[in-house]
């Protein structure tokens, strides 16, 4: 197996919001936009990437991402295949390391990794000669959710800029709230985050954002973006009980009011973090970011794979 090296030659990567600008936002979205325009159509296939190869690589769960990817690879004309860490030779005892090698010998365009560990996508960004996409590392970063949100929010708003977006709950543990609060600085939309001290350090106004513990905060707000509570990456109790969580800062019909939108990016937690009547309400744009979620990551591909790459190439950060 070859060692660790830098790239041999210039690629364009999506590891971090903070890999971008606020023009590379707004041609994404644009590019999306546009690509939006042709899942209209009968015929909903581009040959725009035909003879490139993408590769999924997750090793945690997905619904959402996964099926996305797939599927803005498919309707790109790209080859693509996935693989998920449960039921492959990681099972076996195989590290990202040789895992990322292996798929490498096929020489994909592009890898998309999800992995639990802060700094996976970048390490396949050292590794290999593709592309890389980070689809979710940890509690770090998930930028293809961050753009596809803010792609939601313009279209059911008209705008970004100037718009406040309240993100409500297990902030600690979310890859999507840091990812969203960096995207939503770039296209001038304010953020506050809402929660228990616990699950909303007042630490994280350092992400430029406010922070509040009250959750009369939401009136405020044009967007509420409820998160999941992430019991999974939860070592030790955050909060008494579900039950009181639910009770102090859930979001309840009560709770919203007339004009504004909800927003969750999925699984959600009925009953938990968002009351039923709310997912399900006129109100929630839930099923319109799964939407977002197909022409915002075609657009990603194709942006990797035909922009110039300005970034400096990837750190290994592996925490
Ligand atoms: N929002 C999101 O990342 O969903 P999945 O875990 O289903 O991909």
């Known amino acids: 197996m070859a060692e660790l090296r830098p790239p041999s030659a210039p690629r364009r990567h999506l590891l971090s919001i903070a890999d971008l600008t606020t023009d590379d936002v707004r041609r994404l979205l644009e590019t999306a936009e546009s690509l939006a325009a042709s899942l209209d159509r009968e015929m909903k296939k581009l040959p725009t990437l035909r003879g490139r190869t993408v590769v999924n690589l997750f090793y945690e769960s997905s ?9 803005a690879a498919k309707r790109l004309s790209a080859d693509t295949m996935s693989v998920r860490s449960s039921g492959s030779s990681v099972d076996k005892g ?6 990322a090698l292996t798929l ?7 890898i998309v990794v999800r992995h639990p560990s802060i700094g996976a996508a970048h390490l396949v960004a050292r590794l290999t000669d593709a592309h ?21 929010i313009k279209s059911a708003l008209g705008r970004l800029e100037g718009v406040r977006v309240a993100i409500v709950g297990d902030v600690l543990h979310s ?26 350090p007042p630490t994280l106004a350092s992400l430029g954002c406010d922070v509040s513990h009250d959750i009369s905060s939401l009136a405020g707000a044009d967007v509420v973006y409820v998160l999941r509570m992430q019991r999974e990456r939860m070592a030790e109790a955050f909060v008494p009980s579900l039950r009181e969580y639910t009770a102090l ?21 009925r009953g938990i973090e968002i009351d039923p009547r709310v997912a399900d309400s ?13 022409v915002v990551r075609m657009a990603v591909l194709y942006d990797v794979l035909t922009v110039a790459p300005v970034t400096a190439p990837a750190q290994a950060v592996v925490a």
Do not use: C, W
């Open 282 to 294: 006129g109100q929630a744009l839930v099923t319109d970011q799964v939407r977002a979620g197909l």
């Open 249 to 269: 800062y859930g979001v309840t019909p009560a709770r919203i009011r007339p004009g504004q939108v909800v927003m969750h990016p999925g699984p959600m937690n």
């Open 175 to 200: 890859r999507v709230a840091r990812s969203l609060v960096q995207a939503l600085g770039l296209v001038g939309a304010e953020a506050v985050l809402v929660g228990p001290p616990t699950l909303v």
């Open 132 to 152: 890389v996409v980070n689809a979710g590392d940890g509690k770090h970063q998930h930028p293809t959710q961050a753009l596809l949100d803010l792609y939601a």
């Open 104 to 110: 490498a010998a096929y020489d994909p365009d592009v």
């Open 94 to 99: 195989e590290s990202l390391k040789d895992t």
């Open 63 to 71: 619904t959402r991402t996964l099926s996305s990817f797939e599927l």
